[in-house]
């Protein structure tokens, strides 16, 4: 295979300057994200000086997106996406410029800063399913891999540069700038997403409340790749989620470094940047399930292998991998999820993903403590990527249609 089909796939950003244009403003508006999470850790952190107050930013985030995430879903097949999106971004552009206010004037309680932590996450929730209809909207069906791909890359560049900004301009310039630099980012993503055209859904409407939440459910519960491919990452984070367990690895493992410590948190992102760069042929494939289903099971097996090793360098070597093949898998999946569903229902069966994504990473954590508080690091770590191993292999022996890419 060329070098040319190795690479990801930029097909989408020659032939639909919208999406070239949406793109933008979602990148801007994640670098913008990542900047704030740090800002919102070191002020909530140097106001309490609790791990108690710090463990609650994480819980103010997630909490909004379960339970607005579904409903939201609901509201996004019901109307036009586009409106929605527009609406929900200028509310996180809101937030984020009241959290710049205090910023720079402060005497706002950390119960305040958490509210409004709150109310930029409820509004990402509402805005998460509206925009999950816009690449399969905008972009031909055999573009659509590619253009998720772009989404990818971009979301975990900036990942990885989103936080170091963050900690550059709070040493340099304080929390209100970093704040207000969140708010200009929604600007940028309002404005790349102001020239879509209107998105209703097709097809008949989603009905409204919880009849619409339940019909949106049943639709989970009856699509068997669907389902699989959203088990499927329940598996990965839940059973074999790693990141809760470096202090304690290093420390058991490599005498507490914190140089070896910082090459952990970083290597599974390293891994997921590289793998998405290198997309091209995992995008031009016919059969996601089944590359969602290897890039699980090698996730769980170096995993699995990290909580064997004892040297530091062949440990982050392994966690470049299971990055790399989380990036795969997770890519799979959502292309899976936007192709497979029909578009009346695809604002609930996003706000389900999202709400899979962002609760099963923090499930994971959990777990993975209370394993190792029960035994030791190295234990969590392989007890989990054995289980994800096994979840995995019952999924796809009990789903052939997403093991074989069949309907």
């Not at 309490?48 to 819980?59: E, I, P, Q």
């Not at 990527?385 to 292999?393: K, N, Q, S, Y």
């Amino acid at each position: 295979m060329s070098l040319a089909r190795t690479l990801v796939d930029v097909r989408p950003l020659r032939t639909s300057p919208v999406f070239r244009r949406l793109l933008i403003g979602r990148t801007a508006s994640i670098l913008g994200t990542y900047m704030t999470i740090v800002t919102v850790m070191f002020q909530v952190w140097d106001m309490t000086h609790s791990a108690v107050w710090s463990g609650a930013v994480g819980l103010a985030q997630a909490l909004p997106l379960v339970s607005v995430g579904l409903f939201a879903g609901s509201w996004a097949d019901r109307g036009d996406r586009r409106r929605i999106f527009l609406v929900a971004t200028v509310g996180q552009a809101l937030c984020s410029l009241l959290l710049a206010v205090q910023g720079f004037t402060g005497g706002v309680p950390v119960l305040g800063i958490l509210a409004l932590v709150a109310a930029g996450s409820c509004f990402g929730a509402i805005g998460g399913p509206a925009a999950g209809v816009f690449v399969p909207r905008l972009l031909p069906k055999d573009q659509v891999a590619a253009g998720l791909a772009l989404n990818q890359v971009t979301a975990q560049a900036m990942m990885l540069v989103g936080p170091a900004l963050g900690g550059l301009f709070l040493g340099s310039f304080g929390i209100g700038v970093c704040y207000l630099i969140d708010a200009v980012s929604f600007g940028v993503a309002f404005y790349g997403a102001f020239g879509l055209p209107e998105l209703p859904p097709e097809g008949e409407p989603s009905r409204a409340g919880l009849h619409g939440v339940l019909d949106g459910l049943r639709f989970l519960g009856g699509h068997r790749v669907v389902r699989g491919a959203l088990i499927t990452d329940l598996a990965a984070t839940v059973l074999a989620m790693p990141m809760s367990l470096f202090p304690l690895i290093n420390e058991e493992r490599f005498g507490g470094n914190p140089r070896t410590l910082g090459l952990f948190l970083s290597a599974v992102a390293v891994g997921g940047v590289a793998a998405t760069a290198l997309s091209g042929w995992v995008t031009r494939l016919a059969r996601p399930g089944a590359v969602m289903l290897c890039g699980a099971a090698v996730w769980g097996a170096a995993l699995a292998l990290f909580g064997f090793t004892s040297s530091a360098w062949a440990g982050f070597g392994l966690l470049m991998v299971a990055g790399a093949a989380d990036s795969v898998s997770v890519l799979s999946r959502t292309t899976i999820v936007q192709t497979r569903t029909p578009d009346a229902l695809l604002g609930r069966v996003t706000a389900a993903e999202q709400i899979v994504g962002q609760a099963g990473p923090h499930l994971g954590n959990l777990r993975a403590g209370l394993v190792a508080g029960w035994s030791s690091g190295a234990t969590a770590l392989i007890t989990g990527g054995l289980l994800c191993l096994l979840a995995v292999a019952y999924v796809a022996t009990s789903t052939p249609e997403l093991r074989d890419g069949t309907k």
